[in-house]
């Protein structure tokens, strides 16, 4: 009786809540559930000014990490490296400090003056985020989706000459179900394709400008993007457009390569720093069954985001300050819990996800700390906005996540994964080790993404509430199950 008031009052003055022993699977033990505007604050300081947008080597980023690091610290939960909470990996980093984007048009007649259109960042254009320096004016050639796979009997760059000039192009490939053509469609190797044949910078036509971090400066290369109504304009005087030239490129699976009339002026001014570090974050509660306790349960999210450019911060408040947030949420309640989870639980943010997941490479590679082996990996990539959650599953983790989502009612759609893609997140670098893996999102509409626009403001508390409840309940269920079986 006494037992049972002390339970009962430590529910009134915590916030803990008694799980139900008698589900399968439950931790069977009093909780302390994340509390959402706990979450939301979190996000909102990460997604705040000083830090800059989080640019995996910008001083932003790292200060960030310092304050994660130091809340871990507060938080009373253990560091994951020999060195603390930071992992350090090299992680060059560009600013764009200036741009300024000018089409020449030909005249409706052959007499007519070019016309000149300016074109606007954000709105009509951005530069790459690792674009160089520099200053052309050139010709421009369309290329398709950029790909140059002869082994493959297929070439964007067959009977067109893009030496001196800039490359438009879609990002693609002709045959989404065809695996040969992934690792065409990165970015590196398209950027690397045109920069070989001669191209003064590849521009992409994206529906909208979002800032791209995923690719490394090359000198003397100046890559883009081009909204498809400034492509439009461009288009036309071949009397077509960018959705009618997609549309034909994915029907007939052949390169539609030609010329482009008129000519673009791209000037950039950008910062290159080499030599700067990114860094992973990571803190882990110790396993306390003693059989179990070197299998460990990971917690992950990318911390990064796309920095500051042109003027404008990319607060990357939902992706990924959300996300982040909900990891770090997660870190503080069950650093809280009277009873430790079974297993061990490791909370990591990841550094350069945006730029080609290299942060959860490098987690990876390192494993186990000290563990054994991962028992399982949750990944979470957006989580404030939209009213439920989608879910990537390995078909072993699937009877926990429907245990998990019984108690909050989230997830609208799932589905397993089977292979990982040019547009995986940071589960990748475990499913391929064979580690199973759940990836976590909130249904959005994820609005203004790598936008300046993706700010605090578009944040809903309850949402974060409940995304962290579910990845409590999956990890919770991990961390304590009997029943997960690590790949060997
Ligand atoms: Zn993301």
Known sequence: MRCCLIAVLLIALAGLTPADDDEPGAPGRLIVAPNPISAYSICKILAGPEYAGRLTGHPGYTAAARWAADQFRLWGLEPAFPGGYLQPFPAPHTVLEAAEAVLYLPGATPEAPEREVRLEPNKDYLPLSFSDSGDHTAGMVFAGWGIAAPELGYDDYAGIDPKGKFVLCFRGTPDPADDRFTDHDQHRTRLRTARERGALGLVYIYEQPQMNTNGDWLAGFTPAEISYAVADKILAARSTTAKDLRDDLRRYRRPLSFDLPGRLRLRVVSRHVPDSQGYNIAAFIPGADPALRD????????????????????????????????????????????????????????????????????????????????????????????????????????????????????????????????????????????????????????????????????INPEILGAMARLTGGIAARLADGDAVQPVP
């Open 295 to 458: 299998e460990c349960v990971i917690v992950g999210a990318h911390f990064d985001g796309c920095g500051p450019h042109l003027g404008f911060i990319y607060p990357g408040a939902n992706d990924n300050a959300s996300g982040s947030a909900v990891v770090m949420e997660l870190a503080r309640t069950m650093s809280l819990w009277p009873n430790k989870p079974r297993r061990t639980v490791i909370f990591v943010l990841f550094g350069a996800e945006e730029t080609g997941l290299q942060g959860s490479h490098t987690f990876a590679a390192g494993l186990p700390y000290g563990m054994r082996q991962a028992a399982a990996m949750i990944n979470i990539d957006m989580a404030g906005a939209g009213d439920g959650a989608w879910c990537g599953y390995s078909a072993a983790l699937l009877p926990v996540v429907e245990a998990a989502d019984a108690e909050v009612g989230l997830i609208r759609n799932k589905r397993a994964i089977t292979r990982v893609g040019v547009r995986s997140s940071d589960f990748a670098p475990f499913f391929q080790l064979g580690i199973p893996c759940v990836s976590l999102s909130s249904t959005g509409p994820h609005l203004a993404y790598h936008e300046p626009g993706d700010t605090i403001y578009r």
